[in-house]
Nanobody, 123 residues
Framework: QVQLVESGGGAVQAGGSLRLSCAASGRTFSNYAMGWFRQTPGKEREFVATIYWSGAGTYYADSVKGRFTISRDNAKNTVYLQMNSLKPEDTAVYYC????????????????WGRGTQVTVSS
């Protein structure tokens, strides 16, 4: 089992920045690639970013490429999502997740999920 707890969400104006954190506990954190997803009411959970277990590789959704940066600190069992130049359409609940896959953008390939943190961007 891997337990994941997100933090760092909040309300911000368009153009602002937030940094989300996801603290992991349980099984060896560095065994897993990590991902960030987001979801708004009535919509499916959407891929945002993923990072290789070592941090050597990353992949982003086109909608956030160039604005968001995923990173991880395996010594602290934590993955981060730095979000810059935020837009109202980034408003969502953001979830972190762990997968034994190399990296993935597919929801069903992630075995463990946090409970999410709300991000609200006003215009």
């Amino acid at each position: 089992q891997v337990q994941l707890v997100e933090s760092g969400g909040g309300a911000v104006q368009a153009g602002g920045s937030l940094r989300l954190s996801c603290a992991a506990s349980g099984r060896t954190f560095s065994n897993y690639a990590m991902g960030w997803f987001r979801q708004t009411p009535g919509k499916e959970r959407e891929f945002v970013a993923t990072i290789y277990w070592s941090g050597a590789g990353t992949y982003y959704a086109d909608s956030v490429k160039g604005r968001f940066t995923i990173s991880r600190d395996n010594a602290k069992n934590t993955v981060y999502l730095q979000m810059n130049s935020l837009k109202p359409e980034d408003t969502a609940v953001y979830y972190c997740a762990a997968t034994p896959s190399v990296m993935s953008r597919r929801v069903h390939e992630y075995d463990y999920w946090g409970r999410g943190t709300q991000v609200t961007v006003s215009s």
